[in-house]
């Protein structure tokens, strides 16, 4: 059974950056396609990037193109969210996802994802 543990989350300011960590155990991390989602405050979760297998396709939610970048090293078991620029509105429950199945290129639905991991707070400061 694999198991996801994300780290990296905290408080922080307005314009600032954090960088996200979700590391995976077992073998077979890299066949599958991963994902960052988020959940705020009374708000249903939300898909924020997703990524290939190989790391060659990624998906980004428009609220955080062109802030956010997602990677992973297949060799440390381990897929990262980069945050720069953050706002309030970014304030939320990080969550990585392994896809439910393998499979190329990146899936953009939560009901793709079948193990999860068991978050991590975002808070950013006005």
């Known amino acids: 059974q694999v198991e996801l543990l994300e780290s990296g989350g905290g408080l922080v300011q307005t314009g600032c950056s954090l960088r996200l960590s979700c590391a995976a155990s077992?073998?077979?991390?890299?066949?599958?396609?991963m994902g960052w989602f988020r959940q705020g405050p009374g708000k249903e979760r939300e898909l924020v990037a997703a990524?290939?297998?190989?790391?060659?396709?990624?998906f980004y939610a428009d609220f955080v193109k062109g802030r956010f970048i997602i990677s992973r090293d297949n060799a440390r078991n381990t897929v990262y969210l980069q945050m720069n620029s953050l706002k309030p509105e970014d304030t939320a429950v990080y969550y990585c996802?392994?896809?439910?199945?393998?499979?190329?290129?990146?899936?953009?639905?939560?009901?793709?994802?079948?193990?999860w991991g068991q978050g991590t707070q975002v808070t950013v400061s006005s």
């Open positions: 996802a392994r896809r439910a199945s393998t499979g190329a290129g990146v899936h953009t639905t939560i009901g793709g994802y079948g193990t």
């Open positions: 990524i290939s297998w190989s790391g060659a396709s990624t």
């Open positions: 077992g073998r077979t991390f890299s066949t599958y396609g």
